[in-house]
């Protein structure tokens, strides 16, 4: 349920308002917006009586919320969510890269790709150091040694450290990590998620290979459920019948999760392309749709490379693309600003 307050409310009404709003056992979020003041109410709506809400003084008006989503939704909180990592802001429209290689590998690797892609303007570094691979003979990542080589590369660049956790009884290895990434495969753990939902940190959450967007949101939902607000949305290309590309990026995305909710979306195409060749357009596409940032991978030596050497973009192949990024983000910018 949302009820929408006229502006300016009185400050002893909300108060009285809120405590009512207690009563029913439902918990209020509040939104401060420019113009307006809107409380989501969590919890068991359906004894709350609409109408007398809709008499009260400084009520503007009350909706009930269909979607099961609550916490992630728009209709709760209309304006955007920016979520700070250590000075760089992801979401409201900003456009946040994030590179690195699939896995870390060794220390001259992560440090050699750290400082490139910084050079190149990414503000965050990415590298796994827990990587789920189809098959159990496959590189599994270093693990422990991946998690400290990824903090060295942080202390050696300044960038913060976005990293996947697996497992539950990985979590005390990521006390330092700045972001920590739910894998699509993962997305619907809920253990995992719920033990996130008590952690402060921003969690980047991906879509699972073949699920709705109504899902991604319930996995967000139960993240903020529990108590952490912090959620990034990740589209990283869902399963098709086309197997020409790894996966496929849907696009439709951007703007039906923006339109859902108030989380920031960013894109992988990497993931979604499986090719190196096809990011740069993939990636221009996803700034040009409206996505707050994007994930790529970044290799030293993507030919030699233990996971994903295909989908890798070499360190001057993203510079270029970096370039072409800004471009597309300042037309983005441009064109928003049409209006009639
Ligand atoms: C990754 O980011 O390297 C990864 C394994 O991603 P996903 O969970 O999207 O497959
Ligand atoms: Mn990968």
Redesign the pocket.
């Known amino acids: 349920m949302v009820i929408i307050l006229k502006e300016n409310p009185d400050p002893n009404q909300l108060e009285n308002l809120l405590s009512w709003i207690k009563e029913q056992h439902v918990t209020p979020h509040i939104t401060h917006g420019l113009h307006q003041t809107i409380l989501g109410l969590v919890g068991d709506t359906a004894k709350i009586d609409i109408e007398l809400l809709g008499q009260m003084e400084i009520v503007e008006a009350v909706r009930r919320v269909q979607e099961p989503f609550k916490n992630a939704n728009r209709k709760f909180h209309p304006l955007d969510t920016i979520i700070n990592v250590n000075g760089s802001k992801i979401g409201g429209n900003s456009m946040t890269v994030i590179a690195g290689p ?2 870390v590998e060794s220390e001259e690797q992560i440090i050699t790709v750290a400082r490139s892609v910084k050079e190149s303007g990414a503000k965050l570094l ?1 590298g ?1 150091a827990f ?2 691979r189809t098959s159990p003979y496959a590189f599994q990542g270093l693990r422990d040694e991946g998690i400290r080589l990824l903090l060295e590369a942080k202390k050696d660049t300044g960038l913060p450290i976005v990293t ?1 956790i697996m497992d539950l009884s990985q979590l005390e290895l990521f006390a330092d990590v700045d972001v920590i ?1 739910v ?4 997305m619907q753990n809920f253990e995992l998620l719920k033990q996130l939902g008590h952690s402060d940190k921003p969690i980047l959450l ?1 879509r699972g ?1 073949a699920n709705t967007y109504q899902e991604l949101l319930m996995s967000a939902e139960y993240i903020m459920a529990f108590g952490n607000d912090n959620v990034i949305l ?1 589209e ?2 869902v399963r098709t019948f086309e197997t020409y590309t790894r996966n496929t990026q849907d696009i439709s995305a951007i703007p039906a999760l923006k339109t859902l909710s108030h989380l920031p979306v960013i894109i ?1 195409p ?2 979604a392309a499986g090719v190196a060749r096809f990011v740069p357009p993939l990636s221009l596409a996803a700034v040009a749709a409206g996505a707050d940032g994007l ?1 790529i ?1 970044v290799h030293n030596n993507p030919a030699c490379a233990k ?2 050497g295909m989908q890798s973009l070499t360190m001057p192949e993203f510079r270029i693309l970096m370039k072409k990024i800004k471009v597309m983000t300042d037309a983005r910018e441009l064109c928003s600003s049409i209006t009639e």
């Open positions: 699939c896995s990415r796994g990587k789920p996947e990434q894998g699509a495969r993962n991906k290979l990740c990283r290309g992988d990497s993931h994930i991978e996971c994903d």
